[in-house]
């Protein structure tokens, strides 16, 4: 059977989250657990304008998720380690008939990372395809949401520093794990970036998500980050990853319409050179929800973002704390599209 990974920007049915939890995501301290509580919150509630919202929550947080999350969110109980739904839940795909299935990744903490546990995360892919009634489709390749991006029509972003991580997956060539996103997602054609930023490359980072530099807007077209301050170690890495679009191609043999995203004026926070980046929004039926940074170039980012979705809603939530814990508003959702015939929403 042929299964095919859709354009974020097909009809949703749902969207999924993961409440807060425990360590490195809600903090040492009560006031760094609500900090994250209040942001994961604020972005159910933007979401919920445009899809409905189911929350994963630690049966020991039903209660304190209550205090935060309002009558909107549907809550589904099961044990977390984290609360990264992007990376540990599954990725939707379909068939020629519209029929949903869930594949299921190998999650192993993001490489093995000393500071990670992902014991009962790796087994959240599985309960919310069981939850969204669904088939599974188990992989053998460790890998997360936030590690792809696709365009519906066979064109897959990915970048070295992940799929082809030792951590992750000792040994694998680049062939074979086109050929299992082949199998997965409907891959013809993997664009490979050779890294992410540079936060994301350190202690705490996921080893380069490409859900934080590129994305597809719409097939032919990517968005992507673009420090323009050659102070941040990002200026060249961004320049690094805009080059590998120029004159290349998509899985329909279309030159990419590379159109460059500003990152925020802010360079630093209190732990060093910062990450944020306006790429890593959600598009939802009829909207999108970006991250925003109390910065001069949120106005400006936003609009670019409007006009690449041209007749979506842009709602921006503040995501510091979200990029002071490792990621942004996608790294914390994923979408469930609606059976059937695939079409825009």
């Known amino acids: 059977m042929n299964w095919t990974m859709p354009a974020e920007t097909a009809a949703q049915k749902r969207v999924w989250m993961a409440f807060p939890h425990g360590g490195y995501t809600l903090g040492d301290t009560e006031a760094e657990a609500h900090a994250a509580r209040s942001t994961w919150a604020s972005v159910a509630h933007a979401v919920a304008e445009f899809a409905p919202v189911s929350m994963v929550v630690d049966p020991e947080d039903t209660q304190v998720a209550a205090q935060y999350l309002d009558e909107r969110i549907e809550i589904r109980t099961a044990e977390l380690n984290d609360a990264w739904m992007r990376d540990i839940g599954p990725t939707f795909v379909t068939n020629d008939t519209g029929e949903l299935a869930a594949v299921d990744w190998v999650f192993n903490g993001w490489g093995a990372q000393d500071w990670a546990t992902w014991d009962k995360d790796a087994l959240i892919g599985a ?46 060539t680049k062939e074979e794990v086109e050929a299992e996103f082949a199998r997965t997602l409907g891959a013809t054609k993997v664009h490979w970036l050779p890294r992410g930023l540079a936060r994301d490359s350190q202690e705490f980072g996921t080893r380069g998500h490409v859900d934080i530099v590129a994305t597809i807007p719409s097939p032919g077209t990517v968005l992507v980050h673009s420090q323009l301050n050659p102070e941040h170690p990002d200026h060249a890495i961004s320049r690094e990853l805009i080059d590998t679009f120029r004159g290349a191609t998509d899985a329909r043999g279309r030159e990419f319409n590379v159109i460059e995203v500003p990152a925020p004026t802010v360079l630093r926070d209190a732990e060093g050179f910062v990450d944020y980046s306006y790429i890593n929004h959600l598009v939802v039926n009829g909207g999108l929800v970006a991250c925003t940074f109390d910065d001069p170039n949120d106005e400006a980012a936003l609009a670019v973002l409007a006009a690449a979705y041209p007749g979506r809603k842009v709602v921006g939530v503040d995501a510091r704390e979200l990029y002071a814990r490792g990621g942004g508003i996608h790294c914390i959702t994923q979408q469930e599209p609606v059976a059937g015939v695939l079409r825009p929403a």
């Open 127 to 172: 309960a919310v395809a069981g939850w969204a009634g669904v088939p599974r489709i188990a992989s053998a390749l460790v890998n997360e949401g936030g590690a792809i991006h696709v365009d519906g029509e066979g064109t897959v972003l990915a970048t070295e520093s992940v799929q082809l991580d030792p951590g992750r997956n000792p040994g694998t």
